[in-house]
């Protein structure tokens, strides 16, 4: 009945299995770039950047203001005329009204709209090469937590082999007590090893889930109730070179560039400074006055105006040279940022490289040891079955399968993550 019981658990928890959804990489690549926060943000910088590019952001448009002023006022007037004639009245009303329409078109400033409206050009591929560099980098991760769960299901199904090793070990001795030839010393024993190993997999199972938590947080998905099919596959054809040369179109590469070229613009709209601005006016002009009483009962005066406005900066305490000074300043900072930049990431390919190169090589003696432990671990439990090997040998036999198989999972996670960022650092992830 026991076991009857026992059958019926494992099939409610194969089931359940079998019933999540699963989840391949390019579908959580394609949730990620769909969903992930991090790139609606970047989305939505490269938008606005889109939208302020515009030539009258710069100011290189005309603008029309329009005016409209009503005054209605009561007022007391005493007034002596040269002719002795008086005038009082008391609650005169009067009313002045302006109505007015102004058009001003920069002339010239120096070629300052030029250079604000290459700055707004280059702030808006600024932007571009962002949004690129930030869905490397999400893709990037997600690749990682991705193969952190099929590391950590490898993991898993470590243990559970090694949990059946263990429990064929109990009832090999639950046999041999029934004939006596084993006492119950031996039988604890074996218990307890398949229950250490049962906690284990508990233990296991939790952080399996926490990974699988942490990849659809990268997703923004709630659901983590999924299975991975895959296995890792490391792609062992990568060579440093076209990495080194490929590093020049990284976007956080071309990001750093397009901080030059803003700064150079800044450079230009601060020089303008120094210039004379050329302004054209012209518009359109009503005004009347009424007055119920005094010298002027109505004045009315209307038309068309146009003017010229020069302003020319004489002195400002040198701050515009300052200006410039800062800005040039700024240029030679994002240079700077941009080889250290280049810097790092060739310094980060030369370390992933040699990680992924050694690993490579490990990795091949991995999978020979792990195939070596699962035959070792065979033989020496069909030997104490026949009663020729002990149990140290048998449980030695299995802690070497478990440690190899540990060491292959985690020597093929490792070279994978050194492909992953070799090929997040040349642009060549799927997107």
């Known amino acids: 009945m026991k076991k009857f019981f026992i059958a019926i658990l494992f099939f409610f928890v194969a089931a359940e299995s079998y019933s999540q959804r699963i989840l391949t990489l390019r579908q959580a690549i394609d949730s990620a770039l769909r969903n992930n926060l991090d790139i609606s943000i970047a989305r939505a910088d490269v938008e606005a950047a889109q939208v302020n590019n515009h030539i009258s952001i710069a100011g290189g448009l005309p603008t029309v203001t329009g005016t409209l002023n009503d005054q209605e006022q009561i007022t007391a007037v005493n007034q002596k005329l040269n002719s002795g004639q008086e005038i009082n009245r008391n609650s005169a009303a009067s009313n002045n009204l302006q109505i007015g329409i102004t058009a001003s078109m920069l002339v010239f400033n120096g070629w300052r709209v030029v250079a604000t409206k290459k700055r707004l050009e280059e702030l808006q591929k600024l932007s571009d090469a962002q949004l690129a560099a930030q869905i490397q980098n999400v893709v990037a991760n997600v690749m990682v937590n991705y193969y952190?769960?099929?590391?950590?299901?490898?993991?898993?199904?470590?243990?559970?082999?090694?949990?059946?090793?263990?429990?064929?070990?109990?009832?090999?001795?639950?046999?041999?007590?029934?004939?006596?030839?084993?006492?119950?010393?031996?039988?604890?024993?074996?218990?307890?090893?398949?229950?250490?190993?049962?906690?284990?997999?508990?233990?296991?199972?939790?952080?399996?889930?926490?990974?699988?938590i942490s990849l659809m947080n990268l997703m923004n998905s709630p659901d983590s109730a999924f299975r991975i099919v895959d296995s890792i596959q490391v792609d062992n054809s990568l060579t440093i070179d076209p990495i080194f040369q490929a590093i020049q179109e990284n976007p956080e590469v071309i990001a750093a560039q397009q901080q030059i070229k803003v700064n150079e613009q800044v450079e230009r709209e601060t020089a303008a400074l120094r210039y004379p601005a050329v302004r054209v006016n012209g518009g359109y002009n009503f005004s009347r006055n009424q007055n119920a009483a005094g010298l002027t009962l109505l004045n009315q005066s209307y038309g068309p105006f146009i003017g010229l406005n020069i302003q020319v900066p004489i002195f400002n305490g040198g701050a515009t040279k300052r200006q410039v000074r800062v800005a040039e300043i700024n240029t030679r900072i994002a240079e700077l940022s941009r080889d250290n930049t280049i810097v790092n990431l060739t310094t980060s390919a030369r370390n992933s490289f040699e990680a992924y190169r050694i690993t490579l090589q490990q990795l091949e003696q991995a999978r020979s040891n792990y195939d070596l432990s699962k035959r070792l671990v065979d033989l020496t439990l069909q030997r104490f079955n026949l009663n020729v090997a002990t149990i140290i040998e048998v449980r030695e036999a299995q802690r070497s399968l478990e440690e190899a198989?540990?060491?292959?999972?985690?020597?093929?996670?490792?070279?994978?993550?050194?492909?992953?960022?070799?090929?997040r650092l040349s642009n060549q992830l799927p997107l």
């Open 148 to 212: 952190d769960v099929v590391r950590q299901e490898d993991y898993l199904n470590t243990l559970s082999y090694s949990l059946s090793l263990a429990q064929k070990r109990l009832e090999i001795f639950q046999v041999r007590k029934d004939v006596g030839l084993a006492n119950n010393a031996d039988i604890f024993q074996a218990q307890i090893d398949v229950n250490t190993i049962q906690q284990n997999i508990t233990q296991q199972q939790l952080v399996l889930n926490q990974s699988k």
């Open 405 to 423: 198989g540990f060491r292959l999972v985690n020597l093929a996670y490792t070279a994978k993550i050194a492909e992953i960022e070799l090929k």
